[in-house]
Protein backbone atom coordinates (compact mmCIF):
# COMPACT_ATOMS: atom_id res chain seq x y z
CA UNK A 1 0.00 0.00 0.00
CA UNK A 2 1.01 3.36 -0.74
CA UNK A 3 2.61 5.71 1.72
CA UNK A 4 -0.05 8.52 3.33
CA UNK A 5 2.03 11.05 1.97
CA UNK A 6 1.93 9.81 -1.41
CA UNK A 7 -2.39 9.54 -1.17
CA UNK A 8 -4.28 12.04 -2.81
CA UNK A 9 -6.11 13.87 -0.51
CA UNK A 10 -10.04 13.28 -0.97
CA UNK A 11 -11.42 16.88 -0.24
CA UNK A 12 -9.04 17.83 -3.10
CA UNK A 13 -10.58 15.49 -5.77
CA UNK A 14 -12.05 16.86 -8.84
CA UNK A 15 -15.90 15.89 -8.61
CA UNK A 16 -16.66 17.82 -11.57
CA UNK A 17 -17.93 15.03 -13.51
CA UNK A 18 -19.17 12.97 -10.62
CA UNK A 19 -21.29 15.94 -10.05
CA UNK A 20 -22.88 15.69 -13.43
CA UNK A 21 -24.10 11.80 -12.96
CA UNK A 22 -27.40 10.93 -12.18
CA UNK A 23 -28.09 9.17 -8.87
CA UNK A 24 -28.63 5.92 -10.59
CA UNK A 25 -25.16 6.17 -12.53
CA UNK A 26 -23.16 7.03 -9.89
CA UNK A 27 -24.80 3.75 -8.18
CA UNK A 28 -24.23 1.42 -10.71
CA UNK A 29 -20.52 2.45 -11.31
CA UNK A 30 -20.04 1.84 -7.64
CA UNK A 31 -21.47 -1.44 -7.72
CA UNK A 32 -19.45 -2.17 -10.70
CA UNK A 33 -16.54 -1.03 -9.80
CA UNK A 34 -15.86 -0.07 -6.29
CA UNK A 35 -12.65 -1.58 -4.34
CA UNK A 36 -14.44 -2.36 -1.49
CA UNK A 37 -17.47 -4.90 -2.95
CA UNK A 38 -15.29 -7.68 -2.57
CA UNK A 39 -13.20 -6.60 0.21
CA UNK A 40 -12.65 -9.78 2.76
CA UNK A 41 -13.28 -7.24 5.27
CA UNK A 42 -16.02 -4.91 4.61
CA UNK A 43 -16.10 -4.11 7.69
CA UNK A 44 -13.04 -1.92 7.87
CA UNK A 45 -15.04 0.69 6.27
CA UNK A 46 -17.00 1.31 9.44
CA UNK A 47 -14.13 1.79 11.78
CA UNK A 48 -15.34 2.90 15.79
CA UNK A 49 -16.24 6.76 15.96
CA UNK A 50 -12.75 7.97 17.28
CA UNK A 51 -12.41 9.67 20.55
CA UNK A 52 -9.44 11.41 20.73
CA UNK A 53 -8.00 13.89 18.12
CA UNK A 54 -5.52 10.93 17.44
CA UNK A 55 -7.57 8.63 16.82
CA UNK A 56 -9.64 11.36 14.15
CA UNK A 57 -6.04 11.47 12.64
CA UNK A 58 -5.99 7.49 11.90
CA UNK A 59 -9.38 7.46 11.28
CA UNK A 60 -8.91 9.47 7.77
CA UNK A 61 -5.34 8.07 7.21
CA UNK A 62 -7.71 4.37 7.25
CA UNK A 63 -10.43 6.02 4.68
CA UNK A 64 -7.57 7.25 2.21
CA UNK A 65 -5.46 4.52 2.06
CA UNK A 66 -8.64 2.02 2.06
CA UNK A 67 -9.71 4.10 -0.98
CA UNK A 68 -6.35 5.13 -2.53
CA UNK A 69 -6.33 2.72 -5.79
CA UNK A 70 -10.64 2.33 -6.16
CA UNK A 71 -11.22 3.71 -9.45
CA UNK A 72 -14.40 5.09 -8.31
CA UNK A 73 -13.50 7.50 -5.90
CA UNK A 74 -14.99 10.06 -7.12
CA UNK A 75 -18.26 9.12 -7.84
CA UNK A 76 -18.68 7.17 -4.64
CA UNK A 77 -18.09 10.32 -2.26
CA UNK A 78 -20.41 12.26 -4.64
CA UNK A 79 -23.41 9.63 -3.95
CA UNK A 80 -22.38 9.59 -0.21
CA UNK A 81 -22.58 13.85 0.03
CA UNK A 82 -25.56 13.75 -2.03
CA UNK A 83 -27.06 10.62 0.67
CA UNK A 84 -26.09 12.45 3.67
CA UNK A 85 -27.43 15.79 2.03
CA UNK A 86 -30.79 14.52 3.45
CA UNK A 87 -31.80 16.79 6.77
CA UNK A 88 -31.45 13.89 9.81
CA UNK A 89 -29.18 11.53 7.64
CA UNK A 90 -26.04 11.29 10.44
CA UNK A 91 -23.15 10.33 8.39
CA UNK A 92 -21.35 6.78 9.36
CA UNK A 93 -18.27 5.04 7.51
CA UNK A 94 -15.70 5.41 4.80
CA UNK A 95 -16.45 6.55 1.57
CA UNK A 96 -14.86 8.14 -0.86
CA UNK A 97 -11.76 8.22 1.48
CA UNK A 98 -13.53 10.21 3.34
CA UNK A 99 -14.54 10.39 6.70
CA UNK A 100 -17.76 11.18 8.28
CA UNK A 101 -16.86 14.62 9.77
CA UNK A 102 -15.16 15.56 6.43
CA UNK A 103 -18.23 15.06 4.44
CA UNK A 104 -20.30 16.93 6.68
CA UNK A 105 -18.01 19.64 6.31
CA UNK A 106 -17.82 19.50 2.60
CA UNK A 107 -21.56 19.41 2.58
CA UNK A 108 -21.74 22.47 4.67
CA UNK A 109 -19.43 24.25 2.56
CA UNK A 110 -21.98 23.33 -0.40
CA UNK A 111 -25.18 24.32 1.24
CA UNK A 112 -22.88 27.76 2.10
CA UNK A 113 -21.87 28.26 -1.85
CA UNK A 114 -25.57 27.37 -2.68
CA UNK A 115 -27.11 30.16 -0.19
CA UNK A 116 -24.31 32.19 -1.53
CA UNK A 117 -25.29 31.75 -5.00
CA UNK A 118 -29.33 31.99 -4.48
CA UNK A 119 -28.73 35.48 -2.30
CA UNK A 120 -27.00 36.78 -5.11
CA UNK A 121 -29.01 35.91 -7.90
CA UNK A 122 -31.92 38.06 -6.17
CA UNK A 123 -30.19 40.98 -5.33
S1 LIG B 1 -14.18 4.86 -2.81
FE1 LIG B 1 -13.88 3.52 -1.05
S2 LIG B 1 -15.91 3.23 -0.14
FE2 LIG B 1 -16.19 4.03 -2.22
S3 LIG B 1 -16.49 2.24 -3.56
FE3 LIG B 1 -14.32 2.76 -3.56
S4 LIG B 1 -13.37 1.53 -1.95
FE4 LIG B 1 -15.59 1.53 -1.61
Known amino acids: MASISQLPTPVDL ?7 LSNATLRQRIAEYGDCLEAPEPDEW ?5 TSEEA ?3 YEQTARELC ?18 VPYV ?3 GIFGGTAPWTRRAINRNRRRR ?4 AMEVSA
Open 68 to 85: ADCPVIAECLERALRLEA
Open 14 to 20: DLSVATS
Open 114 to 117: AYAG
Open 90 to 92: VPH
Open 46 to 50: FPNEP
Open 56 to 58: RTA
